[in-house]
């Protein structure tokens, strides 16, 4: 009999698109599967008959949520370990997915006198902690906190970056470390046709949380003096909070080109897949700023999305995405300069056809998520 795969995210599996992709390549091999998440987000993913969504809150948004008091927000969180004890305690064999810090932390709180049972507990990072960004004693904190210490229980860590392993405790690990890059799933892209008429506007887009160090002001700028080739826009889609999208508005206003910057509200991850082939320039700037942005190359999911897509690719200049992506004929660097941001769009928009089909057949032969799964499922999963 094939093991139950619990699937744990203190978020919501449509917020992590390769979370998606792990439950549709394991319920294609049979096993019964279980998500359990916090009620984040308004579903419109079809999810395979042999998965059950186990939502521990009532539905509110992601900001919303973060707006509860602490004394609520504790609440949730011994719900949700309430809820992971129940199902670690049954007698069949099962493997836990455990997608970030607070879950891992949920659970060992939850099982710390029940001993190992038949479990199997997988742990993937997403994105790196960092205590100094939670407040003190919160749950966020606390699961920091014990990250370190919770890592030589593990039997499985997985990682979307090579690179982020310095970054963990593994001196006492005795499991296996796995490497699993957040590239997209071919089946589910290859259904979705490339754009093949031309835009009359060269549309830039960006898809992902929006926020500071992703080049937004700097785009802004260029595009106000309409020094390209093509009038070029701005357009970003994805969760932003109040006050920053109010910054990048006023600044369009205050540029003269709030004509040409876009922005399209929130999205389903599957409204993605006839949303993105339409524009031209996919934007996957991230600023060094910590270490999940300076090791992001193969864990920025919508790098990937936009290669599917057949849009070429815009990227911080940085040592470590060169190592990736310079030679791609689709991958541009800059440095966010004026005078270097404008000469990288116009040579885009110059070389606009030679570039889309090459991004597109570089996902489907190399940056699609099936074949690192298959070789991931083989070596810690799979059992004869």
């Known amino acids: 009999m094939k093991s139950e795969i619990i699937i744990v995210t203190y978020s919501h599996p449509e917020a992590y698109p390769p979370i998606l992709s792990a439950i549709e390549e394991f319920s294609k091999r049979g096993h019964k599967i279980e998500i359990i998440c916090r009620n984040l987000l308004k579903t419109e993913w079809k999810y395979p008959a042999n998965v059950t969504l186990t939502n521990t809150t009532e539905f509110a948004a992601i900001f919303e949520s973060e707006k509860k008091t602490q004394r609520q927000k504790l609440q949730e969180f011994l719900i949700f370990s309430r809820i992971l004890r129940k199902r ?5 064999e099962k493997v836990f997915m455990i997608n970030d810090s607070i879950p891992l932390f949920a659970l060992f709180f939850a099982t710390l006198l029940l001993g190992r049972k038949k479990n199997k507990i997988w742990y993937h990072n997403h994105d790196t902690s960092d205590i100094k960004a939670n407040r003190k004693f919160s749950v966020g904190w606390w699961a920091a906190f014990f990250e370190p210490r919770l890592m030589k229980k593990l039997d499985i860590f997985s990682l979307p970056a090579e690179e982020r392993k310095q970054f963990f405790n593994l001196s006492n690990f005795k499991g296996k470390i796995a490497f699993i890059p957040n590239f997209p799933k071919l089946e589910v892209w290859l259904n979705h046709s490339l754009r093949n008429k031309i835009n009359m506007s060269f549309k830039i887009l960006y898809q992902g949380t929006i926020g500071h160090d992703h080049g937004f002001e700097e785009l802004l700028r260029i595009i106000s003096k309409k020094n390209q080739i093509r009038q070029t826009e701005l357009h970003l889609v994805g969760r ?8 990048l508005t006023k600044l369009s206003l205050k540029l003269n080109c709030s004509d040409l910057f876009h922005y399209h509200g929130e999205m389903t991850y599957a409204g993605l897949f006839d949303f993105t082939p339409n524009f031209d320039l996919g934007i996957a700037i991230h600023k060094p700023t910590n270490e999940s942005y300076s090791t992001a190359a193969t864990a920025s999911n919508k790098i990937f999305e936009y290669a599917a897509s057949g849009l070429p690719v815009l990227f911080y200049d940085s040592e470590h995405y060169r190592a990736y992506y310079g030679n791609k004929p689709w991958a541009f660097f800059t440095d966010l300069s004026e005078d270097n941001l404008t000469e990288q769009v116009n040579t885009i928009i110059s070389a606009d056809s030679e570039i889309r089909n ?7 032969n190399h940056y699609n998520y099936e074949v690192y799964f298959e ?3 083989s070596e810690f999963i799979k059992v004869d």
């Open 88 to 92: 670690f305690k049954q007698n069949h």
């Open 375 to 377: 070789k991931f499922y």
């Open 240 to 247: 932003v909070r109040k006050n920053y999208l109010s910054e």
């Open 358 to 364: 090459a991004a597109r057949l570089d996902f489907e």
